[in-house]
C-alpha cells in the first residue's frame, strides 16, 4: 500500500519568513495531494490540494509543488504569521482508492 | 449545514464496555470516511461507505469494530469490548466525489481507563 513520509517533524521560523515541509510517497499510482492544518484540539482543514497533473498551485500566501518523477510534493508558506502556527499533515491517495494515506505531520511553530 | 458533526466530543469508559459513536456528514455528500487519529500521529483509514454500502476497510478495523451508514446519511461507528489500545481520536470525514477533498468533523476522543 501507499506509504507517505513527511519532514521536518517540527519546524520554526521567525515570523515574516518562509515554511517548507515535504513529503514523499511510495506509489506511482497516486493522484491527489491534499495539505491539512490542524490547530490544537481541533479538526483537520483542507489547506490546499494538488493533482498530478499539475505541477505547482498557489492561493495566495500558500503553494503546493508536485516532481511525479521523485515522487514528492512540498508545501511553501510565504510572510509567515503567527496564526499559521499549527500542525501540517500531507496526504496521498491512489487513483480508484478512497481512502487518503497521511503523513505523521509537521509541528510548525511561528516565533514573533 | 455547517458542516460534518460528530457526537459526543469526548467519552471514557471502562475496559470492555461497548461504545458507539454518530457521525452527520455533509447532506449532499454522498462519501464518508471513518479515520483514527493517535497522538502524534496522522489519520489512520478506518473505512468508507459510498451512500450506504461499506465498500473499504481497514486491516486496522478488527472484528470489535463496526460501522454502519443505514440510509445514506449518517454513520455509527460502533466498538465492541473496548481495550486500552483503543484510545484515540475518531475522526469522520464526507466528501462529494472521488475527486474531492474531506471535509473532517471535528471527532470524537475515546478514552478507555
Known amino acids: 500500500g501507499e506509504n507517505v513520509e513527511q519532514h521536518p517533524s517540527t519546524l520554526s521560523v521567525q515570523e515574516g519568513d518562509s515554511a517548507v515541509i515535504k513529503c514523499t510517497y511510495s506509489?506511482?499510482?497516486?493522484?491527489?495531494f491534499p495539505w491539512y492544518k490542524q490547530e490544537l484540539g481541533k479538526r483537520p482543514q483542507l489547506i490546499i490540494d494538488i493533482r498530478s497533473n499539475v505541477g505547482e498551485k498557489k492561493d495566495q500566501r500558500i503553494a503546493v509543488t508536485l516532481n511525479k518523477t521523485a515522487k514528492h510534493f512540498s508545501l511553501h508558506i510565504t510572510e509567515t504569521q503567527p496564526e499559521d502556527s499549527a500542525v501540517y499533515f500531507c496526504?496521498?491517495?491512489?487513483?480508484?482508492?478512497?481512502?487518503?494515506?497521511f503523513g505523521t505531520g509537521t509541528r510548525l511553530t511561528i516565533i514573533p | 449545514d455547517t458542516g460534518v458533526s460528530q457526537d459526543p466530543r469526548h467519552k471514557i469508559t471502562k475496559r470492555g464496555q461497548n461504545v458507539t459513536f454518530r457521525c452527520d456528514p455533509i447532506?449532499?455528500?454522498?462519501?464518508l470516511y471513518w479515520y483514527r487519529q493517535t497522538l502524534g500521529q496522522g489519520p489512520e483509514f478506518l473505512t468508507y461507505f459510498q451512500n450506504e454500502a461499506q465498500l473499504e476497510k481497514s486491516r486496522l478495523l478488527s472484528d470489535r469494530f463496526s460501522a454502519e451508514r443505514p440510509k445514506g446519511s449518517f454513520s455509527t461507528l460502533e466498538i465492541q469490548r473496548t481495550e486500552q489500545g483503543d484510545s484515540a481520536m475518531y475522526l469522520c470525514?464526507?466528501?462529494?466525489?472521488?475527486?474531492?477533498?474531506?471535509?473532517f468533523g471535528s471527532g470524537t476522543r475515546l478514552t478507555v481507563v
Open positions: 496526504a496521498a491517495r491512489d487513483f480508484g482508492n478512497e481512502k487518503l494515506t
Open positions: 506509489d506511482s499510482a497516486s493522484n491527489y
Open positions: 470525514a464526507s466528501s462529494l466525489d472521488t475527486g474531492a477533498g474531506y471535509t
Open positions: 447532506s449532499e455528500h454522498n462519501r
